[in-house]
Protein backbone atom coordinates (compact mmCIF):
# COMPACT_ATOMS: atom_id res chain seq x y z
CA UNK A 1 0.00 0.00 0.00
CA UNK A 2 2.88 2.60 0.88
CA UNK A 3 4.95 1.61 -2.22
CA UNK A 4 2.07 1.92 -4.06
CA UNK A 5 0.97 5.30 -2.86
CA UNK A 6 4.85 6.66 -3.05
CA UNK A 7 5.13 5.19 -6.69
CA UNK A 8 1.77 7.60 -7.58
CA UNK A 9 3.56 10.48 -5.85
CA UNK A 10 6.11 10.09 -8.13
CA UNK A 11 4.48 10.05 -10.66
CA UNK A 12 2.61 13.31 -10.36
CA UNK A 13 5.70 14.70 -9.19
CA UNK A 14 7.47 13.63 -12.71
CA UNK A 15 4.56 14.97 -14.28
CA UNK A 16 4.74 18.42 -12.76
CA UNK A 17 8.25 18.97 -13.27
CA UNK A 18 7.93 17.31 -17.14
CA UNK A 19 4.73 19.58 -17.72
CA UNK A 20 6.70 22.88 -16.51
CA UNK A 21 10.06 22.59 -18.46
CA UNK A 22 7.75 21.90 -21.81
CA UNK A 23 5.67 24.43 -20.60
CA UNK A 24 8.42 26.75 -21.00
CA UNK A 25 9.56 25.49 -23.72
CA UNK A 26 6.54 25.90 -25.75
CA UNK A 27 7.27 30.20 -25.29
CA UNK A 28 10.47 30.02 -25.73
CA UNK A 29 12.16 30.89 -29.42
CA UNK A 30 12.93 27.94 -32.30
CA UNK A 31 16.46 29.15 -32.17
CA UNK A 32 16.75 29.50 -28.58
CA UNK A 33 20.25 27.40 -27.10
CA UNK A 34 18.06 27.13 -23.95
CA UNK A 35 15.83 24.53 -25.18
CA UNK A 36 16.22 21.15 -27.69
CA UNK A 37 14.48 22.10 -30.83
CA UNK A 38 12.43 18.90 -30.81
CA UNK A 39 10.76 20.43 -27.00
CA UNK A 40 9.97 23.99 -28.65
CA UNK A 41 8.27 22.93 -31.84
CA UNK A 42 6.19 19.99 -30.27
CA UNK A 43 5.58 20.45 -26.77
CA UNK A 44 2.79 17.96 -25.97
CA UNK A 45 4.81 14.88 -27.84
CA UNK A 46 7.67 15.57 -25.29
CA UNK A 47 6.20 15.63 -22.25
CA UNK A 48 4.85 12.14 -22.98
CA UNK A 49 7.96 11.15 -23.76
CA UNK A 50 9.93 12.58 -21.24
CA UNK A 51 7.24 11.27 -18.88
CA UNK A 52 7.39 7.59 -19.68
CA UNK A 53 11.36 7.98 -19.98
CA UNK A 54 10.99 9.28 -15.81
CA UNK A 55 8.67 5.59 -15.30
CA UNK A 56 11.69 3.85 -16.58
CA UNK A 57 12.74 3.79 -12.93
CA UNK A 58 9.06 2.68 -11.55
CA UNK A 59 8.96 -0.14 -13.75
CA UNK A 60 12.38 -1.51 -13.08
CA UNK A 61 11.13 -1.51 -9.39
CA UNK A 62 8.07 -2.84 -10.36
CA UNK A 63 10.46 -5.77 -12.26
CA UNK A 64 12.36 -6.44 -9.32
CA UNK A 65 10.72 -6.59 -6.24
CA UNK A 66 12.76 -8.14 -4.05
CA UNK A 67 16.18 -6.18 -3.62
CA UNK A 68 19.33 -7.50 -1.47
CA UNK A 69 20.29 -5.10 0.74
CA UNK A 70 23.92 -5.54 0.91
CA UNK A 71 23.99 -5.85 -3.56
CA UNK A 72 22.32 -2.14 -2.84
CA UNK A 73 24.52 -0.52 -0.94
CA UNK A 74 27.79 -2.54 -2.41
CA UNK A 75 26.52 0.16 -5.25
CA UNK A 76 25.84 2.80 -3.51
CA UNK A 77 29.40 3.04 -1.66
CA UNK A 78 31.30 1.51 -4.91
CA UNK A 79 30.46 4.48 -7.00
CA UNK A 80 30.55 7.26 -4.11
CA UNK A 81 33.86 5.60 -3.36
CA UNK A 82 35.04 4.86 -6.86
CA UNK A 83 34.16 8.93 -8.04
CA UNK A 84 36.02 10.08 -4.88
CA UNK A 85 39.41 8.30 -6.16
CA UNK A 86 38.75 8.85 -9.59
CA UNK A 87 38.68 12.67 -8.94
CA UNK A 88 41.41 12.80 -6.72
CA UNK A 89 43.89 11.12 -9.18
CA UNK A 90 42.52 13.38 -11.97
CA UNK A 91 43.33 16.36 -9.98
CA UNK A 92 46.79 14.84 -8.73
CA UNK A 93 47.68 14.07 -12.63
CA UNK A 94 46.15 16.80 -14.08
CA UNK A 95 49.65 19.28 -13.63
CA UNK A 96 51.34 16.42 -15.77
CA UNK A 97 48.51 16.13 -18.81
CA UNK A 98 47.42 19.65 -18.95
CA UNK A 99 49.76 19.99 -21.80
CA UNK A 100 49.01 16.34 -23.37
CA UNK A 101 46.53 15.07 -25.82
CA UNK A 102 45.99 12.07 -23.71
CA UNK A 103 44.05 14.50 -20.96
CA UNK A 104 40.23 13.88 -21.63
CA UNK A 105 41.48 10.29 -22.56
CA UNK A 106 42.80 9.17 -18.94
CA UNK A 107 39.88 11.06 -17.34
CA UNK A 108 37.18 9.10 -18.65
CA UNK A 109 39.36 5.93 -18.69
CA UNK A 110 39.62 6.68 -14.62
CA UNK A 111 36.17 7.79 -13.83
CA UNK A 112 34.35 4.78 -15.62
CA UNK A 113 37.00 2.18 -14.52
CA UNK A 114 37.64 3.01 -10.69
CA UNK A 115 33.99 2.89 -9.74
CA UNK A 116 33.35 -0.55 -11.45
CA UNK A 117 36.62 -1.68 -9.87
CA UNK A 118 35.50 -0.59 -6.27
CA UNK A 119 31.36 -1.95 -7.18
CA UNK A 120 32.79 -5.35 -8.20
CA UNK A 121 35.70 -5.50 -5.03
CA UNK A 122 32.85 -4.62 -2.87
CA UNK A 123 30.08 -7.01 -4.05
CA UNK A 124 32.64 -9.81 -4.09
CA UNK A 125 33.60 -9.05 -0.32
CA UNK A 126 30.56 -8.00 0.99
CA UNK A 127 29.91 -10.67 3.16
CA UNK A 128 33.46 -9.83 5.18
CA UNK A 129 32.53 -6.24 5.78
CA UNK A 130 30.27 -4.02 7.49
CA UNK A 131 29.60 -0.49 6.29
CA UNK A 132 29.89 1.09 10.13
CA UNK A 133 29.32 4.83 11.03
CA UNK A 134 30.38 6.25 14.26
CA UNK A 135 29.67 4.22 17.26
CA UNK A 136 26.12 3.03 15.44
CA UNK A 137 26.20 -0.51 13.77
CA UNK A 138 23.44 -1.02 11.68
CA UNK A 139 22.40 -4.78 11.69
CA UNK A 140 19.43 -6.46 10.19
CA UNK A 141 16.41 -6.71 12.16
CA UNK A 142 15.30 -10.43 11.01
CA UNK A 143 11.59 -11.68 11.93
CA UNK A 144 10.97 -13.21 15.31
CA UNK A 145 14.21 -14.95 16.93
CA UNK A 146 17.41 -16.07 16.19
CA UNK A 147 17.35 -18.30 12.76
CA UNK A 148 17.02 -21.73 12.13
CA UNK A 149 19.47 -23.88 10.31
CA UNK A 150 18.08 -27.23 9.05
CA UNK A 151 20.05 -30.37 8.33
CA UNK A 152 20.14 -32.81 5.94
CA UNK A 153 18.00 -35.04 8.63
CA UNK A 154 15.79 -32.54 9.61
CA UNK A 155 14.64 -32.62 5.68
CA UNK A 156 14.19 -35.99 5.14
CA UNK A 157 12.46 -36.24 8.28
CA UNK A 158 9.86 -33.58 7.16
CA UNK A 159 8.31 -33.23 10.43
CA UNK A 160 9.68 -29.58 9.98
CA UNK A 161 7.23 -28.76 7.53
CA UNK A 162 4.24 -29.86 9.62
CA UNK A 163 5.85 -27.42 12.47
CA UNK A 164 6.02 -25.05 10.19
CA UNK A 165 2.27 -25.18 9.58
CA UNK A 166 0.90 -24.65 13.00
CA UNK A 167 2.71 -21.60 13.41
CA UNK A 168 4.57 -21.62 15.90
CA UNK A 169 7.79 -20.84 14.58
CA UNK A 170 8.26 -17.36 13.35
CA UNK A 171 12.22 -17.20 12.92
CA UNK A 172 13.78 -17.77 9.71
CA UNK A 173 14.86 -20.73 8.19
CA UNK A 174 18.14 -21.18 6.60
CA UNK A 175 19.61 -24.02 4.30
CA UNK A 176 23.20 -23.61 3.80
CA UNK A 177 24.38 -24.51 0.21
CA UNK A 178 26.14 -28.08 1.39
CA UNK A 179 22.88 -28.98 2.68
CA UNK A 180 21.74 -28.79 -0.48
CA UNK A 181 24.50 -30.06 -2.15
CA UNK A 182 24.29 -33.19 -0.02
CA UNK A 183 20.52 -33.82 -0.52
CA UNK A 184 21.02 -33.84 -4.20
CA UNK A 185 24.15 -36.48 -3.80
CA UNK A 186 21.59 -38.73 -1.84
CA UNK A 187 18.76 -38.23 -4.30
CA UNK A 188 21.32 -38.96 -6.85
CA UNK A 189 22.35 -42.25 -5.25
CA UNK A 190 22.39 -45.55 -6.58
CA UNK A 191 20.68 -47.38 -3.59
CA UNK A 192 17.28 -46.81 -4.03
CA UNK A 193 16.20 -46.47 -0.80
CA UNK A 194 18.78 -43.76 -0.36
CA UNK A 195 17.78 -42.31 -3.34
CA UNK A 196 14.07 -42.47 -2.36
CA UNK A 197 14.95 -40.05 1.33
CA UNK A 198 17.26 -37.58 -0.91
CA UNK A 199 13.93 -36.88 -3.42
CA UNK A 200 12.03 -36.85 0.00
CA UNK A 201 13.58 -34.19 1.47
CA UNK A 202 13.80 -31.99 -1.88
CA UNK A 203 10.50 -31.96 -1.58
CA UNK A 204 10.07 -30.93 1.92
CA UNK A 205 12.35 -28.05 1.05
CA UNK A 206 9.90 -27.42 -2.15
CA UNK A 207 7.07 -27.51 0.62
CA UNK A 208 8.73 -25.02 3.39
CA UNK A 209 9.36 -22.48 0.14
CA UNK A 210 5.83 -22.33 -0.89
CA UNK A 211 5.12 -22.29 2.82
CA UNK A 212 6.42 -19.00 3.00
CA UNK A 213 3.53 -16.18 4.15
CA UNK A 214 4.60 -16.36 8.00
CA UNK A 215 8.61 -17.58 7.76
CA UNK A 216 11.32 -16.42 5.40
CA UNK A 217 13.05 -19.45 3.99
CA UNK A 218 16.45 -19.08 2.44
CA UNK A 219 18.99 -20.59 1.05
CA UNK A 220 22.46 -19.75 2.31
CA UNK A 221 25.47 -19.04 0.28
CA UNK A 222 27.73 -20.04 2.89
CA UNK A 223 31.77 -19.50 1.67
CA UNK A 224 33.54 -23.09 1.34
CA UNK A 225 36.77 -21.64 0.97
CA UNK A 226 37.89 -22.45 4.04
CA UNK A 227 36.18 -25.55 4.54
CA UNK A 228 37.95 -28.20 2.27
CA UNK A 229 37.73 -31.51 3.69
CA UNK A 230 35.39 -30.41 6.82
CA UNK A 231 32.40 -32.44 7.45
CA UNK A 232 29.14 -31.15 6.31
CA UNK A 233 28.53 -31.53 9.94
CA UNK A 234 31.31 -29.04 11.44
CA UNK A 235 30.21 -26.65 8.82
CA UNK A 236 26.82 -26.51 9.96
CA UNK A 237 28.10 -25.91 13.32
CA UNK A 238 30.34 -23.43 12.22
CA UNK A 239 27.84 -21.71 10.80
CA UNK A 240 25.65 -21.60 12.95
CA UNK A 241 27.97 -20.13 15.71
CA UNK A 242 28.44 -17.32 12.89
CA UNK A 243 25.16 -16.23 12.15
CA UNK A 244 23.93 -16.90 16.01
CA UNK A 245 21.43 -19.76 15.10
CA UNK A 246 20.16 -23.23 16.48
CA UNK A 247 20.49 -26.18 14.68
CA UNK A 248 17.42 -28.60 13.92
CA UNK A 249 18.52 -31.74 13.32
CA UNK A 250 17.47 -35.35 14.06
CA UNK A 251 21.39 -36.58 13.93
CA UNK A 252 22.36 -37.70 17.85
CA UNK A 253 25.68 -37.56 16.98
CA UNK A 254 25.19 -33.88 15.38
CA UNK A 255 23.20 -32.88 18.65
CA UNK A 256 25.81 -33.57 20.94
CA UNK A 257 28.69 -32.27 18.99
CA UNK A 258 26.58 -28.88 18.82
CA UNK A 259 25.48 -28.76 22.33
CA UNK A 260 29.82 -29.65 23.45
CA UNK A 261 30.97 -26.53 21.29
CA UNK A 262 27.88 -24.05 22.78
CA UNK A 263 25.39 -24.31 19.44
CA UNK A 264 21.36 -25.15 20.95
CA UNK A 265 20.44 -27.76 18.85
CA UNK A 266 16.34 -28.58 18.16
CA UNK A 267 16.66 -32.44 18.22
CA UNK A 268 12.87 -33.00 16.21
CA UNK A 269 12.42 -36.12 18.13
CA UNK A 270 12.77 -34.07 21.64
CA UNK A 271 9.92 -31.83 20.69
CA UNK A 272 7.65 -34.90 19.30
CA UNK A 273 8.15 -36.63 22.95
CA UNK A 274 7.59 -33.83 24.61
CA UNK A 275 4.12 -33.68 22.65
CA UNK A 276 3.23 -36.57 23.07
CA UNK A 277 -0.03 -37.07 25.43
CA UNK A 278 0.70 -37.29 29.08
CA UNK A 279 -2.20 -40.37 29.09
CA UNK A 280 -1.51 -43.27 27.18
CA UNK A 281 -4.47 -46.22 26.18
CA UNK A 282 -4.22 -48.71 28.88
CA UNK A 283 -2.94 -46.29 31.89
CA UNK A 284 -4.78 -45.82 34.48
CA UNK A 285 -5.49 -42.56 37.03
CA UNK A 286 -7.96 -41.27 39.55
CA UNK A 287 -10.76 -38.62 38.95
CA UNK A 288 -13.51 -37.66 40.05
CA UNK A 289 -16.32 -37.92 38.10
CA UNK A 290 -18.52 -34.45 38.86
CA UNK A 291 -21.30 -34.59 35.55
CA UNK A 292 -23.38 -37.01 33.35
CA UNK A 293 -22.51 -37.20 29.69
CA UNK A 294 -23.89 -37.03 26.70
CA UNK A 295 -24.06 -40.15 25.57
CA UNK A 296 -26.31 -42.68 27.50
CA UNK A 297 -24.17 -44.41 31.02
CA UNK A 298 -21.23 -41.81 30.38
CA UNK A 299 -19.91 -39.72 32.98
CA UNK A 300 -17.54 -36.42 32.82
CA UNK A 301 -14.55 -35.39 34.89
CA UNK A 302 -11.56 -32.77 34.18
CA UNK A 303 -7.89 -33.43 34.78
CA UNK A 304 -5.56 -30.89 36.40
CA UNK A 305 -4.89 -28.95 33.65
CA UNK A 306 -8.99 -28.78 32.27
CA UNK A 307 -8.54 -31.84 30.07
CA UNK A 308 -12.00 -33.62 29.79
CA UNK A 309 -12.32 -37.20 30.61
CA UNK A 310 -15.24 -39.43 29.56
CA UNK A 311 -16.04 -42.37 31.33
CA UNK A 312 -18.14 -44.77 29.84
CA UNK A 313 -20.75 -46.90 31.99
CA UNK A 314 -19.34 -43.84 34.67
CA UNK A 315 -23.42 -42.26 35.00
CA UNK A 316 -23.73 -44.19 38.25
CA UNK A 317 -20.76 -42.79 39.64
CA UNK A 318 -21.15 -38.97 39.84
CA UNK A 319 -19.82 -37.37 42.53
CA UNK A 320 -17.46 -40.14 43.73
CA UNK A 321 -13.82 -40.35 42.76
CA UNK A 322 -13.02 -43.40 41.28
CA UNK A 323 -10.06 -45.30 39.02
CA UNK A 324 -10.16 -44.75 35.24
CA UNK A 325 -8.62 -47.25 32.55
CA UNK A 326 -7.62 -44.79 29.56
CA UNK A 327 -9.16 -46.70 26.27
CA UNK A 328 -7.92 -43.82 23.66
CA UNK A 329 -7.26 -40.24 23.72
CA UNK A 330 -8.56 -37.66 21.05
CA UNK A 331 -6.48 -34.56 20.01
CA UNK A 332 -6.11 -32.24 17.42
CA UNK A 333 -5.72 -28.12 17.55
CA UNK A 334 -9.38 -27.83 19.62
CA UNK A 335 -7.49 -29.31 22.35
CA UNK A 336 -8.10 -33.27 23.73
CA UNK A 337 -10.12 -35.21 25.52
CA UNK A 338 -9.29 -38.66 27.10
CA UNK A 339 -12.12 -41.29 26.87
CA UNK A 340 -12.11 -44.38 29.64
CA UNK A 341 -14.01 -46.96 31.42
CA UNK A 342 -14.16 -47.91 35.52
CA UNK A 343 -11.76 -49.77 36.69
CA UNK A 344 -13.40 -53.39 37.21
CA UNK A 345 -14.00 -54.31 40.87
CA UNK A 346 -12.02 -57.70 41.60
CA UNK A 347 -14.15 -59.47 44.26
CA UNK A 348 -12.66 -61.96 46.41
CA UNK A 349 -10.86 -65.27 44.63
CA UNK A 350 -12.68 -68.49 44.17
CA UNK A 351 -9.68 -70.13 46.77
CA UNK A 352 -10.83 -67.62 49.09
CA UNK A 353 -14.58 -68.17 48.99
CA UNK A 354 -13.74 -71.92 49.20
CA UNK A 355 -11.78 -71.35 52.50
CA UNK A 356 -14.44 -69.23 53.85
CA UNK A 357 -17.19 -71.92 53.17
CA UNK A 358 -15.51 -75.03 54.74
CA UNK A 359 -15.14 -73.41 57.65
CA UNK A 360 -18.40 -72.44 58.20
CA UNK A 361 -19.52 -76.31 57.60
Not at 7 to 23: D, E, H, N, P, W
Not at 114 to 121: A, E, G, K, N
Not at 193 to 205: K, S
Not at 238 to 251: F, H, I, Q, S
Amino acid sequence: MLLTVLRTLFAFICAGAVAAYCGAAAGADVNSTSFPPMVVKNPLLSFVLLLLLTQIITFIDILIPKKRLEVISAVYFGLLVGWLLSLMLILGLDPFLSQTPWRGFVQIILSVSLPYICISLLMQTKDDFRFIIPYVEFSREVKGGRPFLLDTSSLIDGRIADILETKIIDSELIVPNFILQELQDIADSSDKMRRNRGRRGLDVLSKLQANTQDVEVRLYEADQKDMKGVSVDQRLVALAKELGGRVVTNDFNLNKVASVQGVHVVNLNDVANALKPRYLPGEQLNLKIIKMGEGPGQGVGYLDDGTMVVCEQGSHLVGRETGIIVTSVLQNSAGRMIFGRPVPYEGPSTSTVAGTSAAQR
